[in-house]
């Protein structure tokens, strides 16, 4: 394993409990019921969720983009 192998499993960890940390944008009833609510649609994002999100999009950039690394240039450097 190297250190490319390494960090990626770090930031795909990272990157599941960024997702369980995520709060749901779906009320669970509308998914039963057929309908669709609009009351929070347009909520602005403030404190801890905008924080999370924040994150969550380096995480997923950094794990792009070291996937690609991992992909096609760990045999070339190593």
């Not at 990272?14 to 909520?43: H, P, Q, R, W, Y």
Request: hydrophobic share 60%.
């Amino acid at each position: 394993m190297t250190v490319w192998d390494i960090l990626l499993i770090i930031v795909s960890s990272l990157l599941v409990i960024m997702i369980i940390l995520m709060e749901s944008k779906e009320d669970a009833t509308a998914a039963f019921t057929g309908e669709k609510s609009e009351l929070f649609a347009n909520k602005k994002q403030r404190g801890f969720e905008l924080w999370i999100d924040r994150i969550f999009m380096i995480l997923s950039i950094s794990f792009f983009v070291l996937s690609i690394v991992v992909a096609y240039f760990v045999d070339r450097l190593a």
